[in-house]
């Protein structure tokens, strides 16, 4: 069963922290990357952090090196977001994405996953 559950989102005020969490089903936990991607109101949905899950190679976007990490954790299939110094920018629908298989493209490109959790919305006010 295909299956990926997002958790740990909410509203905090500008400067603070929030951890996000993405459990896979055994079959969805990718062997390749998994990634967490956002969306805010009227914007597309772009690539935030990406894991590759064989050797932890990580990927971000600009605006939030030094602010967000992302890990896994295999053995629970689960993959993490830590956001810390949040600003009202980072607010949106943040998605967990899995690659079924080996893609081509970049590691933050929304087009070369495969699935794709419901999201879990992150609201920073000032």
């Known amino acids: 069963q295909v299956q990926l559950m997002e958790s740990g989102g909410g509203s905090v005020q500008a400067g603070g922290s929030l951890m996000l969490s993405c459990v896979a089903s055994?079959?969805?936990?990718?062997?390749?990357?998994m990634g967490w991607f956002r969306q805010a109101p009227g914007k597309e949905r772009e690539g935030v952090a990406a894991?590759?899950?064989?050797?932890?190679?990580?990927r971000y976007t600009g605006s939030v090196k030094d602010r967000f990490t992302i890990s896994q954790d295999r053995v629970a299939n689960t993959v993490y977001l830590q956001m810390t110094n949040l600003s009202p920018e980072d607010t949106g629908m943040y998605y967990c994405?899995?690659?079924?298989?080996?893609?081509?493209?970049?590691?933050?490109?929304?087009?070369?996953?495969?699935?794709w959790g419901q999201g879990t919305q992150v609201s920073v006010s000032e």
């Open positions: 055994k079959d969805t936990y990718s062997s390749y990357w």
């Open positions: 894991i590759n899950t064989m050797y932890s190679a990580t």
């Open positions: 994405a899995s690659q079924a298989g080996l893609r081509f493209g970049g590691a933050l490109d929304p087009g070369v996953y495969d699935y």
